[in-house]
């Protein structure tokens, strides 16, 4: 069973900035993304990245202010969260196993356990 070891949440004022990391608990490389859930809402998409790195996609409602990226050495990949709203509070939950960078929650076979992002205004 593979982990995904997530860290980087946190209450943060509108506009400001944060990072989250996800690494998976074995060498292997896997397709990554990112979804968050709100309460009351659900789980949605917000960026995903290829294990080459060359290919990625994000949300309409993410993009231009976040960033996915991965360290192939560290075989780490992070969102780089700027400009944030306090719609953007929500669990971030980190995933991976897609066959490519995919925004369908379905299509990824293991889960972090989720990390708290708050926004204030």
């Known amino acids: 069973q593979v982990r995904l070891i997530e860290s980087g949440g946190g209450s943060v004022q509108a506009g400001g900035s944060l990072t989250l990391s996800c690494a998976p608990s074995t060498s292997r490389r896997y397709y990554m993304g990112w979804f968050r859930q709100a309460p009351g809402n659900e789980r949605e998409f917000v960026a995903a990245?290829?294990?080459?790195?060359?290919?990625?996609r994000y949300a309409d409602s993410v993009k231009g202010r976040f960033t996915i990226s991965r360290d192939k050495a560290l075989n780490t990949v992070y969102l780089q969260m700027n400009s944030l709203k306090p719609e953007d509070t929500a669990v971030y939950y980190c995933?991976?196993?897609?066959?490519?960078?995919?925004?369908?929650?379905?299509?990824?076979?293991?889960w972090g356990q989720g990390t708290q992002v708050t926004v204030s205004s």
């Open positions: 990245i290829s294990i080459s790195a060359e290919d990625w």
């Open positions: 995933a991976a196993g897609a066959l490519t960078p995919s925004n369908v929650r379905s299509s990824y076979d293991y």
